[in-house]
Nanobody, 124 residues
Framework: QVQLVESGGGLVQAGGSLRLSCAAS????????MGWFRQAPGKEREFVAG????????YYADSVKGRFTISRDNAKITVHLQMNSLKPEDTAVYYC?????????????????WGQGTQVTVSS
C-alpha cells in the first residue's frame, strides 16, 4: 500500500514556475514507478510525466517536454515536478500516482495509487 500527498500548487503568472512535490508512504515506493497527471475542468485526466522506480528513465507528454522535469528521491520517498515557463493551458488539478510495474507507464489504468490532487492555476 502506498499513500500519496501532493503539495506545491498555487496561482502563478504565465511564464512563471512552480515545483510540485508528492510525499509517499509505504514500503513499496522504491519499487514503484511514479507519474504526474492533470485534469482540467471538463477534460479527461491526462498524463504529464513519468519516472521509473530507479529514476533512470523518464517520459513526458509532448505538451510539457522541455518545460517540466520529474525527479524522485527514494531516500526521502518523494517525487517532484518542476514546472517552468508555465502557460494558461497548464491550469489543472495535478495528481501524483504510483504504479507497481516499476517501469515508466502512461495510462491511468496502469497506476495503482493516487493522491488527492493539488490545484495549479496559471494566469495570462
Amino acid at each position: 500500500q502506498v499513500q500519496l500527498v501532493e503539495s506545491g500548487g498555487g496561482l502563478v503568472q504565465a511564464g512563471g514556475s512552480l515545483r510540485l512535490s508528492c510525499a509517499a508512504s509505504g514500503r513499496t515506493f522504491s519499487s514503484s514507478s511514479m507519474g504526474w497527471f492533470r485534469q482540467a475542468p471538463g477534460k479527461e485526466r491526462e498524463f504529464v510525466a513519468g519516472i521509473s522506480a530507479s529514476g533512470g528513465s523518464t517520459y513526458y507528454a509532448d505538451s510539457v517536454k522541455g518545460r517540466f522535469t520529474i525527479s524522485r528521491d527514494n531516500a526521502k520517498i518523494t517525487v517532484h515536478l518542476q514546472m517552468n515557463s508555465l502557460k494558461p493551458e497548464d491550469t489543472a488539478v495535478y495528481y501524483c500516482a504510483a504504479s507497481r510495474r516499476g517501469y515508466v507507464t502512461t495510462g491511468p489504468a496502469t497506476f495503482d495509487y493516487w493522491g488527492q490532487g493539488t490545484q495549479v492555476t496559471v494566469s495570462s
